[in-house]
């Protein structure tokens, strides 16, 4: 049993982590924040959290410190992977019971229970999971949001314990009011994405897979950015909240260009191509009321994604550090998905072609410390783009 006060300090203290949870509004960065403090709750080494998706749990996110340690979980964060609804793995029972489950040893599990362990993940990484505690998500209205899975709990001394009484009891209370701002960051998303298809109306280049690439690549890049700066955690975790959000709108003011012009088959005349210009005009516009931090990043990138270092771009024509950090970034995440997508104009380009204009353009259209960071992390940007097609 644990004391009463430890127990009252503890609620309070979810209470404060669910607050500043409330303060995020991007589904990726809640899911990410949701499962490190949970993760801190009940000292669990590692975790992950599955979606409900067309009737199946989606992976979204995976943490785990002796595998991947502080650089993150990288490569693995973007897995397409989705499991059924059903008593067939852990993580499904859950789902279906809509109920806790909770196991000392994966590889002994009760037979009581029907649900089994896949040993594949550790056979693969040279882990051993021990303890598992896997709680479904349930928003207020009782519907099934996703299940969250600990793994591996720690005592004081490092060494991998069962799940106490305490965190079976603390952890459920902390994701019964985690769901609900989870729920909040999935329409949050899918709001932005109906707001981001209006232009794809109007250029069929503009795809949702598109703009999701976009935000995740973005997304990555300021977060190596900002790591390498040494940020506070905090500041990281804001601003890493904002831009995903705000660079799926980079193109939106695409709807004031007419069809005749973006649809059109062959090259452009310099009037025709004045008229595309002024999309980034036009999506600033919709953003010249700011009300927060969101509004003034999402004005910045629509209208200065297309600005570049050397100060050869446009609308404003701006230079260097003069162009919005966020702008910079999607500007660079932005060529990079389009180089690599089919067009109708143009075949996808090979990496290494890639690669090579990206260097050739450092210092004249991007910001030379971004493409410093964009090659650390390839491997990532590759695997966002396997999973957003």
């Not at 021990?130 to 600990?150: C, E, F, K, T």
């Not at 300021?222 to 705000?246: G, H, N, T, V």
Request: charged share 25%; aromatic share 8%.
């Amino acid at each position: 049993m644990f004391s009463h006060h430890l127990k009252r300090e503890t609620v309070v203290s979810i209470i404060n982590i669910i607050g500043e949870l409330n303060q995020l509004q991007d589904v990726d960065m809640i899911l990410s924040s949701t499962l490190c403090e949970a993760r801190a709750l009940a000292r669990a080494d590692a975790g992950s959290i599955f979606l409900m998706r067309n009737g199946r749990l989606e992976f979204r996110h995976v943490q785990n410190d002796t595998i991947f340690g502080a650089k993150g979980a990288g490569v693995f964060q973007y897995s397409d992977e989705s499991l059924p609804v059903n008593d067939s793995s852990i993580v499904g029972y859950a789902a279906l019971t809509k109920e806790m489950v909770s196991i000392d040893d994966a590889y002994a599990i009760d037979e009581k229970l029907p649900c089994r362990f896949n040993p594949s993940i550790d056979e693969k990484n040279g882990y051993r999971t021990v303890s598992i505690l896997a709680v479904p998500l349930i928003a207020r209205n009782h519907s099934l949001v996703g299940v969250m899975q600990l793994i591996n709990a720690k005592d004081r001394h490092g060494r991998t314990v069962a799940f106490s009484e305490q965190c079976r009891t603390l952890v459920p209370i902390f994701t019964n009011n985690a769901a609900a701002i989870i729920e909040r960051g999935i329409l949050n998303r899918e709001l932005i994405l109906r707001m981001a298809k209006m232009a794809e109306l109007h250029d069929p280049e503009e795809t949702g897979a598109h703009v999701q690439r976009v935000s995740a690549i973005s997304a990555e890049i300021y977060q190596r950015w900002a790591e390498k700066r040494q940020l506070p955690r905090w500041e990281i975790r804001r601003f890493r909240d904002i831009i995903s959000q705000a660079s799926m709108l980079h193109d939106a003011g695409k709807v004031g260009i007419p069809d005749a012009v973006l649809k059109k088959p062959g090259p452009l005349n310099d009037e025709e191509f004045a008229l595309v210009k002024q999309h980034t005009v036009y999506g600033a516009r919709l953003f010249t009321s700011i009300s927060s931090e969101l509004d003034q990043v999402t004005h910045d990138i629509m209208r200065h994604h297309h600005e570049r270092w050397n100060g050869s771009g446009y609308p404003d024509r701006l230079a260097g550090e003069a162009i919005p950090l966020a702008a910079r970034i999607t500007a660079l995440a932005d060529v990079f998905d389009a180089l690599s997508s089919q067009r109708c104009y143009k075949r996808a380009w090979a990496a290494a072609a890639i690669h090579d204009e990206i260097r050739a353009k450092s210092g004249k259209d991007f910001d030379p410390e971004l493409v410093e960071t964009f090659f650390q992390i390839t491997d990532t940007l590759q695997a966002i783009q396997q999973k957003f097609v």
